[in-house]
């Protein structure tokens, strides 16, 4: 049994990790699963749980015994992991990049709930007016479409998966740092060596993981949560992470060579000291502008 939400994206990724199942003589059904990122969208998402609001609900169904796995966005799954749960396999990545839908040749009203594709936008052109916007791939397009908005940044991966071709331009990853292990798909599994070990020996793919993980590692030195403007690419063992002010007026970006999850952790240890003043102040700006 495959927990997953209900979204068209969700659904689509599933569906790619059925098919694979299938080719290798596994038969899956299918359960869905409501999250409270799918229930709660009127307020952004670092106001309801950040990163894992997306997951929690399938990991508790998983630990339920209501299902064997469930399908993800790498990126939607937090840092600290519930007992009896593990990523068992990670997906050959697709497109890590950002990519700005839009009609316009030079928009300026740009809808975008993310603190880092915000501060990121504005460090390219100040005069941009970035406003908050929620919900999944079809809503936000209709609301784009409705005339709420000059453009939307989505992932390109997510536009790839549901083969919705529309308007616009892919935005550089080396100017525009993706979100830590945007564009991957993983599989997270009760914890059972078994199980986890079958689903790895059909799905994974190695250079996806180690990047991946390199990613995760540097992050999760780093810290920072979901209000912090963060990006972190790593391709073939190249690194590039950088940490925005909100208004994306400053930054800081290192680059570096890993080969393994100890050096990233010692980057990150490092980039978290340089990178500690933006984080303690994007922190304290959205804690009083939220009433908190």
């Not at 997906?91 to 990519?99: E, G, I, W």
């Not at 979100?179 to 986890?196: H, K, M, Y």
């Not at 999760?220 to 590039?240: A, H, K, M, S, Y």
């Amino acid at each position: 049994m495959i927990g997953t939400r209900g979204s068209a994206l969700a659904l689509a990724q599933t569906a790619r990790v059925q098919e694979r199942l299938g080719k290798a003589g596994i038969e899956t059904t299918v359960r869905l699963v409501a999250t409270a990122g799918d229930t709660v969208t009127g307020v952004p998402l670092h106001e309801i749980g950040g990163q894992g609001v997306f997951v929690r609900a399938l990991d508790d169904a998983i630990r339920r015994g209501e299902c064997d796995l469930a399908v993800h966005s790498m990126k939607d799954i937090p840092a600290q992991r519930p007992e009896g749960v593990v990523t068992a396999a990670v997906l050959q990545r697709d497109s890590p990049a950002d990519f700005l839908v839009t009609p316009n040749k030079a928009p300026r009203v740009i809808g975008s709930s993310s603190t880092r594709r915000r501060a990121q936008l504005l460090r390219h052109d100040p005069e941009l007016d970035v406003r908050g916007i929620r919900g999944n791939v079809g809503t936000r397009l209709k609301k784009l479409a409705g005339g709420s908005y000059d453009a939307i940044v989505l992932a390109e991966a997510g536009l790839e998966r549901l083969a919705i071709e529309v308007e616009g331009r892919r935005l550089d990853p080396a100017e525009f740092v993706p979100a830590t292990n945007q564009g991957t798909i993983a599989v997270v599994s009760r914890d059972d060596p078994e199980l986890a070990a079958t689903l790895a020996g059909v799905l994974e793919d190695p250079a996806s993981r180690r990047d991946t993980v390199l990613e995760r590692a540097v992050m999760e030195e780093l810290g920072g949560g979901c209000f912090t403007p963060i990006g972190c690419w790593c391709r073939d063992g190249r690194l590039v992470a950088e940490v925005l002010s909100l208004d994306g007026d400053r930054w800081v970006r290192r680059e570096a060579s890993l080969s393994d999850e100890a050096g990233a952790r010692a980057f990150g240890r490092a980039f978290r000291d340089e990178t500690a003043h933006l984080v303690r102040e994007a922190y304290e700006r959205l804690r009083l502008t939220d009433g908190g």
